[in-house]
């Protein structure tokens, strides 16, 4: 088709990869009249994660066999052969020379029910930051166990990340799971019931303690490499009497999604795509988002409009919560923003700048004693900023919330309490209460998690000379302006840096130094 042509050729001009883009024209119409989920795939390290979820969108038709053939290849004359599904998703070179799925990869599946986006986290603990920030972003987290002699062992073990990234799924308000028990081709003798059995006994007992219901969730047995029981049943397993992988995704429950609250979008990244220029990446946590409309950053306070919003390669009129979206932002530079920033409507509650907070937190893992001045690093939405422990007001029976005892001295292990924080760096948070995505966090210090919680009030910086991109004009009438420009200079286009005093901003037009001088009030636009 000629859509089909001009993609090609648009693609061969930025050197992108032939057989992967057809995929991504041929996904792209996927889901539209679904309902879209997004899963996150967790699990300790080389417990199968990108390999099971490689063959899974393989399966499901998402991926070419040829690019699959071509991953084969490469694997196998690198010496990898049993990585050719998990190529699917290192597809990076410097990923692949490494071994190790290192940033959050998103890829796009469908099943009879739902529209999917599948969140590959990595297991290695070194990448855990990665792993919370695409946590936070889930409805439903698949956790993959290795089944084998040695490698269950090792996920559950103290150190293992099998426990932790429970744990963090929990915390982040990941309330749906299914548990993978993976490698079953593998076990002693090969797809043991006992081994199956053994595993789903211990796995069940610590989701408890975490928090979720062990009756509620299925636990699969399959072999990610093989592909048992991951779409179809397998006569391999034929003991198990429960769903598939894909028939316990289309078992989840619609997740639902707070349109009615004002927009809150945290950014994963920020590209710089040529011929169209700076896009933020993030996924709609609460609200609306849509083209055309004027976005405020938190917690610079840079305001500025959507140019347009798209989501796997397809422009939307709006986007939604659960929605991953790219969208372009008018005279703004890739430096002015971060991952970690929100984004939110300028009209409606935009984010600020957290001044401190007051948080209810459980010690959970902590060597020692905790008390005021610890610093440790916060993992909130997508954001990873160390806060002070400035205070600590009480201690509280972590089941009942009841107040035990007032400015304690310490928390330990076991313990939980009221705190204040003060971050060390400009943040967005909310209260729990009011945006759950941006209100419940990890507290993490020695590579692991000590202290997880929700936050219960926020008091908040006012923006001052925060700068604003939206284009001025003398002949617009969206803002209300005096402007004084030099007769010599009446042509040039004029942009300014809103603020709520006069500000001088010299620019470059071609050779000439132009001034501007404008006054402007901050909600003139």
């Known amino acids: 088709s000629k859509f089909l042509f001009l993609s090609l050729q648009w693609t061969s001009e930025r050197g992108l990869e032939f057989d992967l883009f057809i995929q991504f024209i041929a996904v792209s119409s996927m889901g539209k009249?679904?309902?879209?989920?997004?899963?996150?795939?967790?699990?300790?390290?080389?417990?199968?994660?990108?390999?099971?979820?490689?063959?899974?969108?393989?399966?499901?038709?998402?991926?070419?066999?040829?690019?699959?053939?071509?991953?084969?290849?490469?694997?196998?004359?690198?010496?990898?052969?049993?990585?050719?599904?998990?190529?699917?998703?290192?597809?990076?070179?410097?990923?692949?020379?490494?071994?190790?799925?290192?940033?959050?990869?998103?890829?796009?599946?469908?099943?009879?029910?739902?529209?999917?986006?599948?969140?590959?986290?990595?297991?290695?603990?070194?990448?855990?930051?990665?792993?919370?920030?695409?946590?936070?972003?889930?409805?439903?987290?698949?956790?993959?166990?290795?089944?084998?002699?040695?490698?269950?062992?090792?996920?559950?073990?103290?150190?293992?990340?099998?426990?932790?990234?429970?744990?963090?799924?929990?915390?982040?308000?990941?309330?749906?799971?299914?548990?993978?028990?993976?490698?079953?081709?593998?076990?002693?003798?090969?797809?043991?019931?006992?081994?199956?059995?053994?595993?789903?006994?211990?796995?069940?007992?610590?989701?408890?303690?975490?928090?979720?219901?062990?009756?509620?969730?299925?636990?699969?047995?399959?072999?990610?490499?093989?592909?048992?029981?991951?779409?179809?049943?397998?006569?391999?397993?034929?003991?198990?009497?429960?769903?598939?992988?894909?028939?316990?995704?289309?078992?989840?429950?619609?997740?639902?999604?707070?349109?009615?609250?004002?927009?809150?979008?945290?950014?994963?990244?920020?590209?710089?795509?040529?011929?169209?220029?700076?896009?933020?990446?993030?996924?709609?946590?609460?609200?609306?988002?849509?083209?055309?409309?004027?976005?405020t950053f938190g917690p610079t306070g840079l305001t500025t409009e959507v140019k347009s919003v798209e989501m796997h390669h397809e422009a939307l009129q709006e986007a939604l919560p659960g929605d991953n979206v790219g969208f372009n932002v008018k005279n703004v530079s890739v430096k002015d923003l971060k991952r970690g920033y929100v984004a939110s409507n300028s009209k409606e509650d935009p984010a600020k700048e957290a001044a401190n907070f007051t948080s209810q937190v459980i010690i959970m893992n902590h060597p020692g004693q905790i008390g005021n001045g610890y610093a440790p690093v916060l993992d909130c939405h997508t954001s990873h900023i160390a806060v002070k422990f400035a205070e600590l007001l009480t201690k509280i029976d972590r089941r009942s919330g009841k107040e035990l005892e007032k400015e304690p001295k310490f928390l330990k292990n076991g313990d939980a309490g009221v705190v204040k924080m003060i971050p060390t760096k400009p943040m967005v948070v909310e209260t729990f209460s009011e945006y759950p995505p941006l209100g419940r966090f990890a507290v993490r210090d020695m590579r692991q998690t000590v202290a997880v919680g929700v936050i219960k009030s926020v008091e908040k910086k006012e923006p001052t000379g925060a700068k604003n991109s939206v284009l001025i004009s003398v002949f617009s009438g969206a803002c209300l302006l005096s402007s004084y420009v030099r007769p010599s200079f009446a042509s040039l286009p004029l942009s300014g840096t809103l603020s709520e005093n006069r500000v001088l901003d010299r620019r470059w037009r071609g050779s000439v130094l132009c001034s501007v001088v404008c006054w402007a009030k901050t909600d003139c636009c």
């Open 33 to 295: 009249e679904k309902v879209h989920i997004n899963i996150v795939v967790i699990g300790h390290v080389d417990s199968g994660k990108s390999t099971t979820t490689g063959h899974l969108i393989y399966k499901l038709g998402g991926i070419d066999k040829r690019v699959i053939e071509r991953f084969e290849k490469e694997a196998a004359d690198m010496n990898k052969r049993s990585f050719k599904y998990a190529w699917v998703l290192d597809k990076l070179k410097a990923e692949r020379e490494r071994g190790i799925t290192i940033d959050i990869a998103l890829w796009k599946f469908e099943t009879t029910k739902y529209y999917c986006t599948v969140i590959d986290a990595p297991g290695h603990r070194d990448f855990i930051k990665n792993m919370i920030t695409g946590t936070s972003q889930a409805d439903c987290a698949v956790l993959i166990i290795d089944s084998t002699t040695g490698g269950f062992e090792a996920g559950i073990s103290k150190d293992g990340q099998t426990r932790e990234h429970a744990l963090l799924a929990f915390t982040l308000g990941v309330r749906q799971m299914i548990c993978c028990c993976n490698k079953m081709d593998a076990t002693t003798p090969k797809y043991s019931k006992a081994r199956y059995d053994e595993i789903v006994k211990e796995v069940s007992s610590y989701l408890k303690k975490v928090g979720y219901n062990p009756e509620k969730i299925p636990f699969v047995p399959i072999s990610g490499f093989e592909g048992d029981n991951m779409i179809e049943r397998s006569t391999n397993l034929d003991w198990y009497k429960g769903p598939t992988l894909l028939e316990a995704l289309d078992m989840l429950q619609e997740p639902k999604r707070p349109l009615d609250k004002p927009l809150r979008l945290p950014l994963q990244d920020v590209y710089k795509i040529g011929g169209i220029g700076t896009v933020p990446v993030g996924r709609v946590e609460t609200g609306i988002l849509k083209p055309g409309m004027v976005v």
